[in-house]
């Protein structure tokens, strides 16, 4: 399952992938979140609709 992890490191939110070796640094949460769709859309599109 991919998630989308709420710590911060210096003030950088990270998320990454269980399916993958993706991951991502956004400064905001909204960003993290649209990052983590658009990830799952392209690269996990059977996740994606069970989301």
């Known amino acids: ?18 399916h993958c070796e993706w991951q991502a640094l956004t400064t905001s ?7 983590y769709q658009d990830h799952l859309r392209a690269d996990h599109p059977g996740v994606w609709l069970r989301t």
């Open 29 to 35: 949460y909204a960003e993290m979140v649209k990052t």
């Open 1 to 18: 399952m991919c998630n989308i992890p709420s710590h911060r490191q210096g003030g950088l939110l990270t998320g990454r992938c269980d």
